[in-house]
């Protein structure tokens, strides 16, 4: 699957006030590994920044001077978003920045031009209900290092988010995808068990093993389960050719039969 963090910086809050984007950063997901393919712009808005947003990304309207207008970067923007999910955190924001941009020069909307959006902010709310979502937020919570991040920029952001979306979803994915593609763990070769390290308990190990476990009993007024683990094997035959020892009961090991 190849997914796209996108994110934006404004000259404010408000389109309908005229603001605009003034700079875009994307940052490509190719079968949940980040790829080195990066798209980046500064873009020329024709116009000043508000105090507020100026406050957040820094970015003057003198450095954007010579800086190419929204059209002019507009087709290499669509042709890296092309069949691709788009991940964006807070997407309605940006998204609504984006469709105000493209229907400035008579574009449809920017979701016709992508697979799907995804809003990070929405499904990071779905996980932790109630707590704070916010980019620096959920880069603290995920151990995302942000330490240099003092001012926000598009690219910067989207890779954070790359970091934190990928944590986040961990736990959606096949551990096949995990292992780099696996087919299937057919493929694993059969392991040779008489090339096992085995580590015996000792007898004083055995025995304060055997004392943890009576006092797990009294408390709990029920057999361990190691206890019935043990039994278990003491009355069925184990693997082929093998057979527990006592000490299973202190470490697993396994003891060739006589």
């Known amino acids: 699957m190849r997914q796209v963090v996108l994110d934006t910086e404004t000259t404010g809050l408000e389109v309908r006030e005229g603001h605009r984007i003034i700079e875009i950063g994307c940052i490509e997901i190719v079968g949940r590994r980040l790829t080195e393919r990066r798209l980046h712009y500064y873009v020329n808005p024709e116009r000043d920044s508000d105090d507020g947003a100026l406050a957040v990304h820094g970015i003057t309207r003198e450095f954007l001077a010579d ?14 978003v092309t069949d691709a999910e788009v991940i964006i955190h807070n997407a309605a924001f940006d998204v609504e920045f984006l469709d105000a941009e493209l229907a400035r020069i008579s574009l449809p ?3 016709q031009h992508c697979t799907a959006v995804t809003d990070s902010l929405r499904l990071a709310r779905d996980l932790h209900p109630g707590k704070r979502n916010s980019l620096d937020a959920l880069c603290e919570r995920y151990a995302v290092s942000n330490s240099h991040r003092t001012l926000h920029g598009a690219l910067l952001d989207a890779g954070l988010l790359a970091e934190v979306y990928l944590a986040m979803t961990r736990g959606q994915d096949t551990l096949v995808m995990d292992l780099g593609g696996m087919a299937s763990f057919d493929e694993i070769a059969p392991i040779d ?16 093993h055997e004392a943890v476990l009576d006092v ?7 057999p361990t389960v190691w206890r019935r683990v043990y039994a278990l094997s003491d009355a069925n035959a184990g693997p082929a050719g ?3 020892s006592q000490a299973e009961t202190g470490r697993s090991e396994m003891r060739p039969s006589a």
């Open 67 to 80: 800086k190419p207008r929204f059209a002019e970067v507009i087709r290499e923007l669509l042709d890296f």
């Open 109 to 111: 909307p920017f979701t």
């Open 193 to 208: 068990v008489s090339a096992l390290i085995v580590l015996r308990a000792t007898p004083e190990e055995e025995a304060a």
């Open 216 to 222: 797990i009993e009294k408390e709990a007024a029920k």
């Open 242 to 244: 093998w057979t527990p």
